[in-house]
Structure formats: C-alpha cells, structure tokens
C-alpha cells in the first residue's frame, strides 16, 4: 500500500528544471523523473511547467496514498480522472513520474519482470550519431540514426552503435567539420541532408550497421510546405512523398520516422504501400490508443514510437503498444530529448517486447538506457530462460 509521496524539482540533460518524485510504501522509497521533449507533438498530453506542478502534488496525494501499487492501472485511472482533459490539471510530467515509480513500488524495481514474467527478448538500441533540426544541428532532418540488425547479445549491439559515433567523431575531427554535439549528443556537422547521409551510411557500412531517420518532418512543415534550409528546397506534400521514397532507396534506410507532418495519414499509407522499410509515426499517433486505432485502419505506416510521458500514463502506453501490435505495427519505445539517468524505458521494451529502443549513444543519460539492458540481460541469464535480442521482423 502507497504510504507517502513526495517530490522535488530536478534537472534534465538540457539543464531544464524536471521533478523527480518518490513512492514509498512498507519496503522503502521508489523514484521516477518526468523526460521532457523538445520537437512536441500537437497531440499529447499536456505537460505542467515543473515549479506547477511540484505544487500540485500536495493537493492530490491523498487520493494517492492508500492505494495498492501493484493495482497499477487503477493507480493510473486515479490520475487520469485527476488530471481531466489531456491531463492538464496535474500535468503529463507529473503524471508519468508518479506512473512509473508506482511500477517500481509494486515490482521492487523489477519492472520489467513484474510487467512481462515472461520477457526474455532485449530490443536493439537504436541511437543518433548526427543531429539537426529542433534538437541543434544543420539539417532539417532531426535524427541520423543506426543499429546493428545482426548483434548477436546486447553487448554487440552497443558496441556497433559506439563504434559508429566514434568513427563519424574521428573523421569529423580529421576533416575540420567538428561543430559540436547537439540536445542528444548527437554530432553536428556543417553539411545538408544528402550530405550527411553520404558520411553516415558509408561509415554505417564498415560496421554492419543500419541506417534509419526521425525526419520529424512536422518541425519544419510551414504554411503547406516542407522547407529544406541547407538544401534550398521546398516540397509540398507530393513531392515530399517523393523525396522521401528516394531517400529510402537512395541510401537503404531500414526506419524512417515522422516523415510527414502530425495530421498526415494519408501521405504515411502512401509511403507504406511503396517502399520496404519500418514508416513509424510518433507526433502523428502520439502514443495514444485512439490515434493508433485511426493508423491501424488507414494503413498509415507500420510503426509506432511509444513515449509514456506523450500519453502520461505507463499503463495507457502499453495499452497503445499492444494496439499496435494487435494491428501490425511495430513499437519502438523511445527516450525524449531532455532525458535523466532513469532508465524505465529500457524495462518497458523489454516487457512489451519492442524490437527497438531509440535511446541515443552517448551522454551519461543516453548510456543509463543501455546499461539497463544489459542488466536486464544478465537477469534473463540468471533464470531458467536464456536472453536474446529481439526478432526484427522488417
Ligand atoms: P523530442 O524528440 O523528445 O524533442 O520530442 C524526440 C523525437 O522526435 O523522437
Ligand atoms: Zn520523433
């Protein structure tokens, strides 16, 4: 049973204020942070700006304390009649911090077990080694990102993504073209999307990796255009399609993510029907179940990230992945870009069996993702059931 509840203002990677919140019942204390994104979907839940929030918590905590924990989705169904609309009376930040370390208060920190004691698969980390867009960076396309398809243990499959981000670091060094590294330390390069490309996927290459891009297209759609700063192009929403498609075969992408703007199902069918490659929508479905109900029906690609602070509730996140999954489409669950060192979502890919993390590659908050998989991992091996990485199905 909830004894207590506390919370206090924290900071994320980007230096913006955060909460950090605390559970604690007959074993102990159990914490969560709220992530915080940057390139926000039209269509999640409403966040609270954190000082709001940290004010909110005395108010509702009695409907809180006394509940059972490991009831989780009636800890969840709590916030959301609390939080009314979109959350927006207590905040989405809030509410999935509170979420997940309710999950660690029924599990004692075992989340994925308690989620899936069945879970023995460990997603792929999927992580950007360039970066643009809202994120910092000379492209419009937000996120040049790999993963290693053929890894065979979690061990591999890290290593092949650090193995890439330090070769683009020495080449970039080598070159003069070192600019920086951006919101997900990820490497900001002073050349345009082809460009870019080019670099990475040769490098990719060399270490049988593959490539993929969160385009986040929604960022740079501007009055029926997508404009293309560092490649002087506008496109309408036609000649996106286009454009897209030939960058998928162009450079082999295996995972494209928002290639068109948040209200676009059509262009995302479109684009499914003509190339062979993982089409996923985040700030189109938001990690919403009714969102993905509307993509499941029109065909709009055949991926979904899941981001329980986008639905600000972890019980309702894992309701869309299993939507999702129900319909053919594959989740990746996935990091914001203002992140901590909590590292909940590596539990809950391994327990809704995703076959991707999008997690970045380096930066202290980036690697607590990867490190608790192979935790993970190693508390797979120790039972009965031997751990292997996910089975990629596209
Ligand atoms: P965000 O970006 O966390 O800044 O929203 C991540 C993404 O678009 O996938
Ligand atoms: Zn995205």
Known sequence: MIKDIIALPSYNSRGEQTLKV????????YSAYAPSGKSRGKWEAKTLDAKKALKVLPRIKKRLIGLKEKDFEIFDDTLEKLGGKNLGKIGANLSTALSMANIRAASDNKVYKFLNPDAR????????????????????????????????????????????WNDVRKVLRLKGFTVGRNDEGAWIMRKDDFKTLDFITKIAEK???KVGVDIAAGEFYKRGKYIYHSLKK??????????????????????????????????????????????VGDDLFATNPERI????????GNGILIKPDQIGLVSRAILTAEIAKRGGFTPVVSHRSGE??????????????APLLKCGISGTERVAKVNRLIEIWNGIKGTKRKPQMAKLKF
Do not use: R
């Open 340 to 353: 901590t060192e909590d590292a909940f979502i590596s539990d809950l890919a391994v327990a809704i069996e």
């Open 234 to 279: 506008k496109f309408n929403s036609g000649e996106q399609l286009e454009f897209v498609k030939d960058l998928i075969k162009t450079y082999k992408l295996a995972y494209v993510e928002d290639p068109f703007h948040e209200n676009d199902f059509k262009s995302f069918s479109e684009l499914k029907k003509k190339v062979k490659c993982l089409i």
């Open 22 to 29: 605390w559970i604690m019942n007959k074993s102990g204390f």
């Open 207 to 209: 270490h049988g990796a």
């Open 121 to 164: 698969h460990v997603p792929f980390p999927l992580g950007n080694v360039i970066g643009g867009g809202a994120h910092g960076g000379f492209t419009s396309i937000q996120e040049f990102l790999v993963f290693d398809p053929k890894a065979k243990d979690i061990f591999q499959a890290i290593e092949t993504n650090f193995k890439v």
């Open 293 to 300: 109900i509307k993509g499941i029906d029109k065909e709009a």
